[in-house]
């Protein structure tokens, strides 16, 4: 499982959403795609009921009613899983920098979305996970239809 990190703001409703609506059957047998697979671009339905860790997700296409989407991933260097202050620092610097900016057409200060990020576990490390994953999320916990890249919101 990786670890869910609230970045500045996650609305607590989209964390608690579950639900497989509109997976494909390949995802309903297996259960999703593990959070270490997803890639930006991707929308993700919910990410189960957990608050802390998550592992495989429903990813839906953008035109479909979700609540994250991946906009922005940055990989972790060396043979030891980071302290969580040095995740935490990655993950700022990637998904409120220029990964943000640059996938949705504004600075996040003037954006109306929310961000979170996903991290590796010891887990995920040790099977090879090296990737902070950036979700942007709708500020109010709804559920969003349609790709953010480029909306300038």
């Given at each position: 499982m990786r670890k869910l990190k609230p970045l500045l703001i996650i609305p607590t409703a989209a964390i608690l959403a579950a639900g497989m609506t509109g997976c494909s059957v390949i995802q309903s047998i297996t259960g999703g795609t593990h959070s270490a697979d997803i890639a930006v671009g991707q929308c993700l339905k919910d990410l189960g009921a957990s608050t802390q860790e998550v592992s495989q997700v429903p990813v839906v296409d953008c035109s479909e009613p979700h609540l994250y989407e991946v906009y922005a991933e940055t990989e972790l260097s060396g043979d030891q899983l980071p302290d969580q202050a040095t995740m935490d620092s990655e993950a700022e610097s990637?998904?409120?920098?220029?990964?943000?900016?640059?996938?949705?057409?504004?600075?996040?200060?003037?954006?109306?979305?929310?961000t979170t990020y996903l991290t590796p576990s010891q887990d995920t490390w040790d099977a090879g996970d090296r990737k902070i994953s950036c979700l942007i999320t709708s500020a109010d916990g709804s559920e969003m239809t349609g790709s953010v890249k480029g909306s300038a919101k």
């Open positions: 990637t998904c409120l920098g220029t990964g943000y900016s640059d996938y949705v057409g504004v600075a996040f200060e003037e954006s109306e979305y929310g």
